[in-house]
């Protein structure tokens, strides 16, 4: 996927510590004695209160702003989600509201204008409990295409709201039955019929985590592969024998050999009899890199290699996670290909839309909404789930790194800047940088 929408707006593209500005003044009215801070909420001396009551504040609207400071609208910090509500921890005056600026959270405010404070204690949507680590049950619509409906009661009345076409892919939030029929609700607010759609089958694949800063594992990325065993012996008359194994099965990675004119690894372990050799070119190996020279000491980045379709994530110089990706299928250089270099993550966002239905250029349209956990790193191109393939360790995508939804979620949370439970999308700090992405 190389496109993104954010906001309601499809686009084309090529795929803490907490510290508060706010003065601790006395709260009037809050009956503590003299000389001790006030628990927040805090507001400038001489303004008035919060109500005594206001312990959390809830969104009008979703994709509400959050700012790093108040008044600050140049300087964008996160979005919020509709459904949450979020800590409340002060209050000030500031350009660019009518009422005063909210603090949420580090380096985060939002206008009062945008929010209704509530009693309710602080509670952020937590990730559903779906399959495969995905934050919806995903849907496609079938080779009928389908309609989309403001209430399942418009579909006898009004002209559909939106035509899906045949493939394209919609997240399901809510389903009832109503008029005959099975409905489902679109996190973007429609209703389809749910016999216009097939369920999506994501992959489970999930890549492993790294002990004692080892790679000495392989991924099977052929449909199958034949291991050979042998003795090492060479006066045994024992015949050679073959072993099968699969794709995606994890294998060890002793060591690597040409035999003949074909590469060839052990994945026997040392001194095991008989040796068993699988071809090279079947098997899907990462390989320890060397962190980019302007890195911090410790700091997390990723590394992806290109050639053989393998990510890897370190802390400094330590490796800590290795999975199978899919990059972009085009030439260095085009519209699909995933681009070479040392690139920062400049936005995450739990879900967003991506497809290429506004470009005439093109031969295929593609549209999929809420495609999960992505991580943008240079212009439109990202890390992202990927529930609609399954061919991670080959070449795939419209450019970005597709990752199996289990690997999305594990990197998602591995990555900086943090998402703060509630926001759906978080920009990066002076205090929390973007983690870096090498691309080679």
């Not at 979005?79 to 002060?90: D, E, F, I, M, S």
Request: proline share 8%.
């Amino acid at each position: 996927m190389n496109a993104m929408r954010t906001g309601r707006g499809l686009a084309s593209a090529a795929c803490l510590l907490f510290s508060t500005t706010i003065a601790h003044a006395d709260n009037p009215g809050s009956g503590r004695a003299a000389g001790l801070r006030a628990l927040p909420p805090w507001t400038d001396p001489g303004d008035f209160p919060l109500p005594a009551w206001a312990t959390s504040v809830v969104p009008h609207a979703a994709e509400t702003p959050v700012f790093s400071a108040p008044g600050k609208i140049d300087d964008k910090r996160g979005v919020l989600a509709q459904t949450a509500r979020l800590p409340l921890y002060g209050a000030k005056r500031g350009a660019n509201c009518l009422g005063r600026w909210l603090e949420i959270g580090p380096m985060a405010w939002v206008c009062a204008d945008m929010v209704d404070l509530s009693a309710d204690p602080p509670e952020a949507q937590p990730r559903g409990a779906y399959p495969d680590g995905l934050p919806y049950f995903y849907y496609f619509v079938g080779k009928d295409g389908a309609w989309a409906f403001p209430r399942p009661q418009d579909a006898d009345e009004d002209q559909p709201d939106q035509e899906l076409e045949p493939g394209w892919g919609i997240a399901i939030v809510e389903e009832k039955n109503a008029f005959g029929q099975r409905w489902g609700k679109t996190s973007h607010g429609h209703w389809i019929a749910m016999r216009s759609l097939v369920p999506a089958n994501p992959s489970g694949f999930h890549g492993e985590e790294i002990k004692d800063g080892k790679i000495d594992f392989a991924w099977v990325v052929a449909d199958k592969t034949t291991g050979k065993r042998t003795k090492t012996d060479t006066k045994t008359k024992t015949p050679a024998t073959s072993t099968s194994h699969v794709r995606f099965e994890v294998v060890p990675w002793r060591e690597e050999r040409v035999i003949g004119n074909l590469a060839m690894t052990r994945i026997s372990d040392d001194g095991a009899e008989p040796e068993e050799w699988v071809p090279s070119r079947d098997l899907a190996h990462a390989t320890l890199a060397t962190p980019p020279a302007d890195l911090a000491p410790g700091e997390r980045w990723i590394d992806v290699d290109l050639t053989t379709q393998t990510l890897v994530a370190y802390e400094g110089e330590m490796p800590v996670f290795a999975t199978m990706m899919s990059s972009g299928r085009g030439a260095q250089g085009s519209d699909t290909a995933t681009p070479k270099g040392l690139h920062r993550i400049w936005v995450k966002l739990a879900s967003t839309d991506m497809g290429n239905v506004e470009r005439d250029d093109v031969d295929e349209h593609y549209s999929i909404e809420d495609v999960p956990y992505v991580q943008f790193f240079d212009h439109a191109v990202a890390l992202h789930g990927a529930f609609w393939h399954r061919d991670f360790g080959r070449v795939r995508s419209h450019g970005c790194v597709n990752l199996a939804p289990l690997d999305a979620t594990r990197l998602f949370d591995f990555t900086w800047p943090h998402l703060p439970r509630g926001w759906t999308a978080v920009f990066p700090t002076a205090l929390e940088k973007g983690t870096l992405i090498r691309v080679r």
